[in-house]
């Protein structure tokens, strides 16, 4: 069946531009992560979902991180006046216990 | 928080040589993963091995949970394998930890 899917798979964006991620999670899956990974890196926490419900959104780096998941369904991350460090891969995944499934990732460039 | 250890950093192996990659952790968990994460960037599932062991084709795992470490063994390596190899912990209902990778090389 289908993974899970993310758009767009490149952006980049002027610092101080907002971006808007979003994540098509595997049908079915009520559990649903962000991460972000930096260069040579491995991923790092940001959020976490069940259906509508974000449960944990203790890796957000700032106030200028938002995530929303309204219909329990699709994601979307948004970062507001984006800076040079939030450069990175942004990553979805799901899962319908406990193990995870990634998408391809979002590729951030802020210039 | 929980910490992951991965070894060796970088491996570089001729094609057809075997490997083993460890992954050491700072607690006990109750979900382990080890991933691929291709020249592409993907992920992709290798393992769900809290505990136990399990084999796939040339790619084998055996975690111990009681001695807080995982192993990871690929036989008769090929160029496909190179990549970024990651395990991942999760205690309870805390976030996913990734160590920071093996990155391997196979070499024709």
């Known amino acids: 069946g289908a993974g899970v899917s993310q758009s767009p798979r490149y952006k980049v964006a002027k610092r101080g531009q907002d971006v808007a991620l979003r994540c098509d999670p595997i049908?079915?899956?009520?559990?649903l992560f962000w991460y972000q990974q930096a260069l040579g890196q491995g991923p790092e926490f940001l959020t976490y979902?069940?259906?509508?419900?974000?449960?944990?959104k203790s890796g957000l780096p700032s106030d200028r991180f938002f995530a929303e998941r309204p219909e329990g369904s699709v994601s979307t991350l948004k970062i507001q006046r984006t800076q040079q460090e939030d450069s990175a891969v942004y990553l979805c995944?799901?899962?319908?216990?406990?193990?995870?499934?990634f998408g391809p990732g979002t590729r951030l460039t802020v210039t | 928080g929980i910490q992951v250890e991965q070894s060796p950093p970088d491996l570089i192996l001729q094609e057809g040589a075997n490997s083993t990659l460890r992954c050491n952790f700072s607690?006990?968990?109750?979900?382990l993963q080890w991933f691929h994460q291709n020249p592409w960037g993907q992920l992709i599932n290798l393992f769900y091995i809290p505990s136990g062991t399990k084999q796939n084709g040339r790619l084998s795992a055996t975690t111990v949970a009681t001695e807080r470490y995982s192993l990871l063994y690929i036989s008769s390596s090929q160029t496909t394998d190179s990549g970024v190899y990651f395990c991942?912990?999760?205690?309870?209902?805390?976030?996913?930890?990734f160590g920071k990778g093996t990155r391997l090389s196979v070499i024709a």
């Open positions: 049908s079915g899956h009520v559990s």
């Open positions: 607690d006990s968990v109750n979900n």
């Open positions: 991942a912990v999760r205690k309870g209902n805390t976030p996913l930890v």
């Open positions: 995944a799901s899962s319908f216990s406990y193990e995870q499934y």
């Open positions: 979902f069940q259906n509508e419900a974000q449960l944990d």
